[in-house]
């Protein structure tokens, strides 16, 4: 069984993840969205709720991958008493990179803590550049092109989704 010193790799591998560009908000990157926000906080022990917006979204999406990282670690979840994810955006923009252009953005800064159920506090912390949301220069995921929200499998033909063929054979 794992010690509650696993919290540290939770903490590290959900920062990875929720911060890669596959987390996406209808199919463009999720944190372009969030800079608009001076402070998030998210509790990443509370149900994932569903809603429409950018932060309700990033609070979706942080519970889950927060639940998944401590899953594949074997770590319970009763041995965690707290865990929040604090997102911080400074006053000041800068130019960076984002993606292949250069534009003007925020290094974010994302606070990971967690409290183990014996009381010790575990941190990890990433900034990582973004750049507002702006559709004109950014690529949509196909992610979200094969699967809009409100489709089901049942409901599309492998021909519909991109990349996908169909498992009958045709001769050649």
Known sequence: MPTRNALRGVLAGFLGTFTSRNSDFDGYWLLGFLVKEREIV???LADPSDDSSPVSAARHLAAVKFGEQLQKSGLPRSNVRTATLRIERPDDAQEGLAGNRWRSGFRLRFCADAVADNGRTY???????????????ESRSTRATAWKKGSTCSSR???????VRSARHHPG
């Open 42 to 44: 998210i509790d990443l």
């Open 157 to 163: 033909t492998p021909e519909q989704i991109p990349g």
């Open 123 to 137: 941190q990890r912390e990433a900034v990582v550049f973004v750049a507002p949301h702006d559709a004109r220069v």
